[in-house]
């Protein structure tokens, strides 16, 4: 997955740089919201709508990237059609089952999914539990290349992929030809809204902001929505603390968030070493090999993704009786819609206590 966050997070570097210079003729292209993550993504589709969807960044997150690499790239290199592949992704949540689902994926077969299936970590120890298997018996393998262990890295960011440091680096480079060391995050109103700023003479060149939790996001969209919100960039996630919290993580015996596993996952996350996604040749030859180049359209089509409003979510929130599908169903299915078969099969009876005698020998 390293590999798909890479693909995002330099896209999502891209789009910001290119945001921002397009930002004083279009006023919505900035700030730019990443998109990585579903909880989120769904809520401002289907919620919040057009004052918010242009300002979503069009880089697929890594989950969907993923999706692409192995039903496209994958495929063609193993010479395998795409439903031949059974992709399943372990995730922190179950909003990526969701995510999965969404329409708009685009891989070599049309109509075929990225994802074939998605369990959450929690699933996961749940089914090695039920199976007698130990994560110690269990060997990772790689996709692409060999992968030696020493070479196993991770992004900036403990609780995300960590687009708000990449880009945030990038785009101090390119836009102002500033290095950043350390990326500092300050504090504002709670732990789970911070600021990062980049400033020279006393100006500030770049505001950027992680917004985590609905609590914070709310805020976040009220003040957009009356033009107060200063910001170039957001790193949105839908859970407080991000992704460590999802709610798909292995749990306690009682079901709540295992505190102490967590602490273990994140100190063991903290000591992979951080590499940034473009000093990687293998992205670059990725680039080549399954994109034909960095810019190219087949780059755009794979590594890209478009949004709907709510008024265009109409798959899922369709008044049954204006589907013509349901209308041939019943006659097809039923011999119509008041027959006695439509009767039989799609209707039930209930019964009174006094004839429930057979298992619950209640007294009333
Ligand atoms: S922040 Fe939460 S909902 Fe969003 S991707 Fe992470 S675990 Fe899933």
Redesign the pocket.
Known sequence: MTIAADFSILESQKEFVRRYHQHSEEERALPMLTS?????VRYAERVLGRPVTPHLCTAK?PQQVMGSLVKDYFARQQNLSPEKIFHVIV??????KL?ALREGFSTALPGSRGADCVLTSGEIAQIMEQSDLSVKDATVDTLFGDLKEEEVRRHEGR??DGHLAHVFRHAAKELFNEDVGEVTYRSLRNKDFQEVTLEKNGEVLLRFAAT?GFRNIQNMILKLKKGKFPYHFVEV???PG????????AQTADGHADKSLLRQMEGIYSDIPVRPPETSAHMQELYQEWLEGTDSPKAQEALHTTYQSPEHCTHSLRPPETSAHMQELYQEWLEGTDSPKAQEALHTTYQSPEHCTHSLDIKW
């Open positions: 990585a993550c579903p909880g989120w997150s995730a922190p949540c179950y909003d990526k995510e609780g995300s985590y996630l839908a859970c991000g992704c460590l919290n999802g709610r798909g993580q």
